[in-house]
């Protein structure tokens, strides 16, 4: 399969926006997919050429040797329990689910079945956050002290984000990304403080802006801010992290590749790190390394107990919101 050991049989659940950066990602990965969705199924086999539509759940499971959830955040617990009992692996898009006991209750199903499951965190595959944390693992950087990240996208048009009882809200959804590399790079976390602004709340117009303040055990501390604005904004996306030794900047809207400033004069205090502006997708990079480990091979740079960490950090945040003060993540989640 494109170089990844073993063939594969895939069925893909959903076909909203995630899929179409999934479904080619296997397409292209050389895997035999089934879909199947409540909608949109057929059209989106025939946009990306390649893949062949089920009925039911049931009919997918009963063909293919994975399963790859692309479905809205609500309905994924279903989905990878049936899957695991049906003694499937499990790609699942984040957020795996939207609070931590339902989150862990799915790890541990699939770790009973003796199935593996890795939730879609694909920022750890963008080339440019890929460089990040092995320049920091290095020692790029020294120890980081101030980690920065910002993300920012048109607000969802689907009905079903502007609920946060459905999608867990901004940062549930989309800055769980950036809570995840946060604790990544910058170890657990101890407690998280977030605000939160939104011009028209309970719709999909207007904009929303939330902000997380993350300390880290380490006595690192993470910014990490989110935001839905109006429709046909430009995706952008950055980080700026610094450390005892240096910082790493990179920004999506300026930069085309990761600036190293560690102040060295023989380096005139300005250094590049490996192109990223031509590299495949991050999903192909993603996929072809979770087939690798649904084959045999060794474990991905993200697990299953990850993606719960993740979970974990936004239910927190979204408590900080409710009550206006910093939630302690062990006092605030199971």
């Not at 940062?171 to 990304?177: K, R, V």
């Not at 604005?229 to 996306?237: D, H, I, K, N």
């Amino acid at each position: 399969m494109g170089g990844t050991p073993g063939p594969r049989r895939v069925g893909v659940v959903g076909a909203g926006g995630i899929a179409n950066a999934h479904l080619p990602a296997w397409l292209h990965l050389g895997a035999e997919v089934v879909v199947h969705s409540l909608h949109g199924a057929p059209e989106l086999v025939v946009r990306h050429g390649g893949g062949r539509v089920v009925d039911t759940l049931d009919a997918l499971l009963a063909e293919v040797d994975v399963v790859d959830v692309c479905t809205p955040t609500y309905t994924h617990p279903e989905i990878v329990l049936a899957a695991a009992a049906a003694g499937k692996h499990v790609l699942c898009e984040k957020p795996l689910a939207l609070d931590a006991g339902t989150t862990e209750s799915m790890v541990k199903a699939c770790a009973a079945a003796g199935v593996q499951l890795y939730p879609g965190h694909v920022v750890r595959y963008f080339a440019e956050y890929a460089a990040l944390q092995q320049a920091v693992t290095a020692g790029a950087i020294g120890t980081p002290a101030v980690l920065r990240f910002h993300r920012c996208g048109a607000r969802p048009r689907a009905g079903w984000f502007a609920d946060p009882a459905l999608s867990g809200g901004i940062i549930m959804d989309q800055m769980i990304h950036d809570l995840d590399f946060a604790r990544w790079l910058g170890g657990e976390v101890e407690s998280v403080h977030a605000r939160l602004s939104d011009s028209a709340p309970g719709t999909t117009t207007g904009v929303v802006s939330a902000h997380v303040v993350a300390r880290h055990r380490g006595g690192a501390l993470s910014s990490v801010t989110g935001t839905w604005a109006r429709p046909g904004t430009r995706f952008r996306y950055g980080f700026h992290a610094a450390g005892t030794d240096g910082m790493l900047s990179y920004d999506s809207a300026t930069d085309l590749s990761l600036r190293t400033d560690t102040g060295a004069p023989d380096e005139g205090g300005e250094r590049l790190l490996p192109d990223v502006s031509l590299v495949e997708s991050p999903f192909v990079t993603e996929i072809r390394e979770i087939a690798a480990a649904f084959a045999g091979g060794p474990a991905p740079r993200v697990s299953a107990d990850d993606g719960l960490a993740a979970v974990r950090l936004a239910a927190a945040a979204n408590v900080s919101l409710a009550t206006g003060r910093p939630a302690n993540i062990e006092e605030v989640t199971p």
